[in-house]
């Protein structure tokens, strides 16, 4: 199964980039630090790296560059979440080797679940069955389908409870990534 590392501080986006990889059939390992990150990237060797650029202790642009200057690691992707309205150092971003940038938060996922298919292809990475040259594609899904009520507890209210805390602090604008490469 194909693994992917989520560094951000923020647990609203760990639980969404859970929620929208886990329906395309991938684990996800969240921390919330960079150091963490750090040593998560060592332990469990990721097929992809999702890494905030504003956090604690290490941020995304200084683990992108510990996994770049690895040779043991500097296959691994590493894409950037940066916050709709936070800047990014675009000549950072490329000096340290960054793969993709990506406006957070994703609401709907689709722009999330391109990228890291994207990515994962360009790398090689097996994904799922042994005929793993085509993951895919997501069932196209609608903010207004995250955010309807929900009567059934577990996923449904799981993915409710995210997706709206994520609408109420994004005011309910999408932003979409750039995929350098």
């Known amino acids: 199964m194909v693994k992917i590392l989520v560094a951000d501080d923020n647990s609203n986006i760990q639980k969404m980039v859970g929620l929208a990889l886990k329906d395309q059939g991938i684990d996800v390992v969240a921390v919330g630090n960079g150091e963490a990150a750090v040593r998560k990237i060592s332990d469990i060797r990721p097929d992809l790296v999702l890494a905030d650029v504003f956090m604690p202790v290490r941020n995304g642009y200084e683990v992108c560059q510990y ?26 971003a490329q ?19 391109s ?3 994207s990515a994962l292809l360009r790398a090689g ?18 903010a207004s389908d995250l955010l309807r ?33």
């Open 95 to 113: 000096r340290v080797g960054a793969d993709g940038v990506l406006k957070k938060p994703f609401v709907p996922p689709d722009p999330l679940i």
């Open 149 to 181: 009520p929900s009567g059934a507890a577990g996923a449904n209210a799981s993915r409710h409870s995210c997706a709206d805390a994520l609408s109420r602090t994004s005011h309910g604008r999408i932003r979409t990534g750039k995929f350098r490469g």
């Open 115 to 117: 990228m890291v298919k």
């Open 67 to 92: 996994v770049k200057s690895d040779p043991s690691l500097a296959h691994i992707p590493v894409i950037l979440l940066v916050g709709a309205f936070d800047p990014l150092d675009e000549q950072e």
């Open 125 to 142: 990475v097996a994904h799922g069955s042994a005929s793993a040259a085509k993951i895919p594609e997501p069932e196209a899904l609608k």
